[in-house]
C-alpha cells in the first residue's frame, strides 16, 4: 500500500518498468555514512540565524519540501533577469538584480536548515543528502549565469564562458574528490562565501545599475566587472589547487583507489564530455551560437553537467563505479554533428533541443532514483507520514542544539557560487 503510494507521487516523469538502482546499490546506499569537514569563515556567525529559522519551521513540513522551495524560488528570480538580459549585454532592470539576492538568500537559508529539520523530525537518511547535492547541481547553473548577468559579462564572452563553466566544473571536482576520498572538504573561503559575493554583486547593481560594472577605474583604466574576474579567477584558482592534493594524497580505497576501488581518474570521463565539445562547438560555431544565445547555451550544458554530477554523487555514495556515457549527451553530440557538417540544421534548433532533452532527461533521471530509494527505505520524499520522534518536545531546542550547518549549503562550489558548503550533515 505504501509503496504504490509512493510510486503515484511522480507520474509524469519517473521511467515505468525500468529501475536505475541496482539491490547492491541500495543496500550500500542504505549503509552510507555522510562525512565532512569545512572550516569556513561564515558558517558560524550564520548558525544562530538558522538556528532561528529552523525553529520557526513547523515540524510537519519535510525536510525536502524545504529544499526544493528555495530551488525553485532561486530559478524563477534567475530566470527573470534572464528574460530581460538573456545574453549578458543588455542592462536588466535594477529590481530583477534585487530579486535574485533575495532569492539566493532564500535558497541559501532554506538549504542550510534542510538537514537541521531532517535531524529535529528525526527524518534523517541518505536521500536527504542526495537530494541536497541534487539541487545543489542545478543551483549551481543558475546562481553562475546570474552572477555574469548582473555584472554585464556578456560584453566580454569569452569571460561569461569561463567563469560558468568554471563554476559548473568545479561544482563537479567538488563531488570527483568526495569520490576519491570519501569525504567533502572545504575551505575557509568556499560556498557560503562565494553566495554572500554574488549576492553584493546582485545588490549594488540593483543600488546603482548594472552599468556601473561597464565605467572604468579610475587611474588603472579597466571596467569594475574586471576587478570581480580578478577575484573569482583567484577564488577557482585556490580551489582547484586545493582539488589537485587529492591526487598526491590518493584515494580511501584499495591501493589509492576511488571508494569504489576505481581508477581516481575515473570520473574525469563524463566532465570532459560535456566541457570539450561545449568549448569546441562555442569557438567553431558559424552563427555564433554561444555569443547570440548564452543564457540558453549555458543552462543547455548545464543541464547536462547537473545529470553527470549526480551520477558522480550516486556512484559515490553506492560505491559503484560510474557510468561514462549518458543519454543527456545527445544534444552535445548532435550540434557537434552538426557542425561537422556545415550546419545542415540551423544551430539554434538543436540547442533548444539540447536544453529541452536535458531538462527532462535530468528530471526523470532524478525522479526515477527518488522514487527507487523512497520504496527501498519506505520513506515519502516531499512530505513525514508519521509523528516524528520526539518532535512534541522541546522543538526549538532540539533545533538549536544541532550546531552542524548541513541541510543543503553542503556541496560547496569549487570556488564560487554553488557548491555548497557541507558543513552540516545532510537529511
Not at 265 to 273: A, C, D, E, K
Not at 353 to 377: A, N
Request: glycine fraction near 6%.
Amino acid at each position: 500500500m505504501q509503496n504504490n503510494q509512493i510510486a503515484n507521487k511522480m507520474p509524469l516523469f519517473a521511467y515505468k518498468g525500468i529501475h536505475i538502482l541496482s539491490g547492491q546499490q541500495l543496500r550500500k546506499l542504505s549503509e552510507h555514512k555522510y562525512s565532512c569537514s569545512s572550516s569556513s569563515l561564515l558558517d558560524p556567525l550564520l548558525q544562530p540565524w538558522w538556528n532561528w529559522l529552523v525553529a520557526q519551521t513547523p515540524l510537519w513540513l519535510a525536510p525536502n519540501l524545504i529544499t526544493i522551495v528555495g530551488l525553485v524560488l532561486n530559478i524563477v528570480t534567475t530566470l527573470i533577469l534572464i528574460c530581460y538580459s538573456p545574453n549578458g549585454m543588455e542592462p536588466p532592470p535594477r529590481w530583477t538584480c534585487f530579486l535574485c539576492a533575495l532569492g539566493l538568500f532564500i535558497y541559501q537559508s532554506l538549504d542550510s536548515i534542510d538537514g537541521k529539520q531532517a535531524r529535529r523530525t528525526n527524518t534523517s537518511s541518505p536521500l536527504g543528502e542526495l537530494f541536497d547535492h541534487g539541487c545543489d547541481s542545478i543551483s549551481t547553473v543558475f546562481v553562475a549565469l546570474s552572477a555574469c548577468i548582473s555584472c554585464q559579462l556578456g560584453h566580454y564572452p569569452n569571460w561569461l564562458f569561463f567563469q560558468c563553466f568554471c563554476a559548473i566544473a568545479l561544482f563537479y571536482c567538488a563531488h570527483w574528490q568526495t569520490y576519491v576520498s570519501g569525504t567533502m572538504r572545504f575551505g575557509r573561503v568556499d560556498v557560503t562565501e562565494a553566495q554572500f559575493s554574488i549576492m553584493a554583486i546582485h545588490l549594488i547593481s540593483a543600488a546603482l545599475g548594472p552599468e556601473i560594472w561597464l565605467t572604468k577605474i579610475p587611474i588603472v583604466g579597466v571596467s569594475w566587472n574586471y576587478t570581480i574576474l580578478i577575484f573569482i579567477t583567484i577564488g577557482y584558482a585556490q580551489n582547484l589547487i586545493n582539488f589537485l592534493k587529492m591526487f598526491t594524497q590518493g584515494g580511501s580505497g584499495k591501493n589509492g583507489s576511488s571508494v569504489a576501488g576505481t581508477s581516481v581518474l575515473s570520473p574525469s570521463i563524463p566532465l570532459t564530455l560535456v566541457v570539450l565539445p561545449a568549448l569546441i562547438i562555442a569557438q567553431k560555431s558559424p552563427q555564433n551560437i554561444f555569443t547570440e544565445h548564452a543564457s540558453v547555451y549555458i543552462l543547455a550544458f548545464g543541464m547536462v553537467a547537473a545529470k553527470i554530477t549526480n551520477k558522480l554523487v550516486i556512484a559515490h555514495m553506492t560505491k559503484s563505479e560510474m557510468e561514462y556515457l549518458d543519454w543527456s549527451l545527445l544534444g552535445p553530440s548532435l550540434l557537434f554533428l552538426n557542425q561537422y557538417f556545415n550546419c545542415i540544421v540551423p544551430e539554434i534548433w538543436l540547442l533548444w533541443f539540447t536544453l529541452i532533452w536535458g531538462t527532462q532527461d535530468l528530471l526523470r533521471y532524478c525522479s526515477q532514483v527518488c522514487l527507487e530509494i523512497c520504496q527501498h527505505l519506505h520513506i515519502d520524499l516531499f512530505r513525514i507520514p508519521y509523528t516524528p520522534k520526539g518532535s512534541a518536545a522541546h522543538p526549538a531546542t532540539a533545533s538549536v542544539s544541532s550546531q552542524s550547518n548541513f541541510g543543503g549549503n553542503a556541496d560547496k562550489n569549487g570556488g564560487t557560487t554553488h557548491r555548497k558548503s557541507k558543513s552540516k550533515p545532510p537529511h
